[in-house]
């Protein structure tokens, strides 16, 4: 059973700030990393995409990936109102119980409040 | 205007009824995925296709059918052996499979 795990918050960050939301998944195989982010009642929005160690920075957001600890996390600098949402962690593993490795596998989400 | 088109919205079944929510996408994408999302809950999928006229089970295919006649179009039928359909039906796709998924706006299914 492969799991992807997230604190489901609520994470409380003052306006300005970094907000730092963490995942960890199960299939030590997994190659593929993605961020989306949802808003209350909407579908999810891809924020960043992530597929070697390290750091990848795409304007506020950074996405660092550490395949040895099965690790992903997401900082957003400068914390907006606006990035108030639930984000929610996804990993394409290697291969679903119904065969083939195609679906994502997606974490419960972080809630994430910006405090003005 | 590219992109993924979900209907209806909102969406109302009655015990023993089945309904087809319709997905389509002008991205020119091969792959197509539905996923479900319960309250709290994680996205977890149903069904997709890498291509047409074929396509696989995810991890919660019972009660539900799907078909892929076009490459434009992945219509999910929810049936009446689906126990507990209320929930928020999403609809995805990719350039090819696996790869990045990109979401339509999506149809919430009551059961009355």
């Known amino acids: 059973q492969k799991e992807v795990e997230q604190n489901s918050g609520p994470l409380s960050v003052p306006e300005g700030a970094i907000a730092s939301l963490n995942c960890t998944y199960s299939d030590r195989g997994s190659q593929s990393f993605f961020w989306y982010r949802q808003y209350s009642g909407k579908s999810p929005e891809l924020i960043m995409s992530i597929y070697s160690n390290g750091d990848k920075e795409d304007g506020r957001f950074t996405a660092q990936l550490n395949k040895a600890s099965q690790y992903v996390s997401l900082l957003i600098r400068d914390s907006q109102p606006s990035d108030s949402a639930t984000y929610l962690c996804?990993?394409?593993?290697?291969?679903?119980?119904?065969?083939?490795?195609?679906?994502?596998?997606f974490g419960k989400g972080t809630h994430l409040i910006i405090q003005p | 205007d590219g992109g993924i088109t979900q209907s209806p919205k909102y969406l109302f079944r009655k015990e023993g009824q089945n309904v087809t929510l319709s997905c389509e996408q002008n991205l020119n994408h091969d792959a197509m995925y539905w996923y479900r999302q319960d309250p709290g809950q994680g996205l977890r999928l149903i069904y997709y296709?890498?291509?047409?006229?074929?396509?696989q089970k995810g991890d919660i295919a019972e009660g539900y059918s799907v078909s892929r006649e076009k490459k434009e179009s992945f219509p999910l039928t929810v049936t009446s052996a689906q126990k507990n359909p209320t929930a928020f039906y999403l609809c995805a796709s990719s350039i090819a499979s696996p790869d990045t998924q990109y979401f339509g706006p999506g149809t919430r299914l009551t059961v009355l």
């Open positions: 996804a990993v394409i593993g290697t291969g679903h119980s119904g065969g083939g490795a195609d679906g994502l596998t």
């Open positions: 296709s890498q291509i047409v006229n074929d396509f």
